[in-house]
């Protein structure tokens, strides 16, 4: 699809990924970018910026996918639809019921309405959690759903809902399966949050950053600006009806990454390591090849360009909080 004077909708906007596919339409020249976030997990902050673009604007009705009317009502006029809502797998895993409204159900109400309002495509996120552990690496689009989680079996439902809706009603998309993603405004707050965050974290703290098990577990770590643009490559590509993985392809350890986090911030601590936890998978890199020949994607961000950019972001994150706390209890002292 050719972006210029187009009309978009992205559903999970605001969230840490949503909001960098808005940033990134944004610079191209499209019509309009409506957010459609109900704020479960998104961020305000994450989006301040794009809203004064006079072009963006936050669906002013609601933005809960489980409200088939008013998701109904912000697809009136789009074109395009981006769909990153949904619960996180830990969230997946310890409160299914509510993953099944919002993944499964919340899903089905995306395309129900995507059909409805003749959109011309949608991009959807589903993830590399519909893999599982490697049976084979790199792992390629054709790798067997070896999944265990609810979370990935959410992400195959999804994906099997656009593959059957998207051909019996003939609307284009795409579905990508993200590796593990990571940048400015990942979560780092609240009940779930990612491992280098906990790395950071304990440095922050000038704990030693732990490791669970002897660290060898080892993933595809990708820049969330280069998932972002994998959305935007996307909707431009005349891709259909196919998913993708949306990785660099090389693995990293988890030994490795807490490497990089001890080099990168200078701290002098050392690993401590922990007997392993709870972990879903252990070994997932994905193959790359698919995406890049279909959609004209490669990734731009190594890892520790990619991390640099994290620690920067997260500590004028922890900065601009701390400095808003301090004046709402000022304006609370004030007051009395
Ligand atoms: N972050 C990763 O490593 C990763 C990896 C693979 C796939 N994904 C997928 O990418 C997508 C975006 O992930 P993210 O990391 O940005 O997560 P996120 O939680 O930051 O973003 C999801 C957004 O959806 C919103 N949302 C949740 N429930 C909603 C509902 N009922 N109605 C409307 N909005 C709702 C949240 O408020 C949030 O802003 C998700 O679908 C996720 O499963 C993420």
Redesign the pocket.
Known sequence: MDLKGKKFLV??G?????SHVVDQLLQEDVAEVVI???????RMDNIERALEDPRCRLFEHG????YPDILSKAMEGMDGVFH?????ILQCHEYPRTAMD?NVQ?TFNVIEACIKNNIKKVVY?S???VYGNALELPMTEDHPYNNFTFYGASKIAGEHFFKSLGDRYGFDWVGLR?M??YGPRQ?YTGAYIAVMHKILDRIDKGERPQVYGDGSQQYDFIAVEDIARANILSMKSEATGECYNVGRGIGTSIKELTDTLIKLTGTDLEIEYKEAGLTFVTNRIGCPKKAAKDIGFEWTIDLDEGMKRLIDWRKSDIAALESRRKQVKGVGHDNR
């Not at 990153?84 to 996180?88: E, Q």
């Open positions: 559903i999970g605001a969230g840490f990924i949503g459609y976030d109900n704020f479960f997990r998104g933005g809960d996918i489980l990153l809502a949904a619960l996180w919002v919340g996120s993830s590399a959690s993200y593990n993603v979560d």
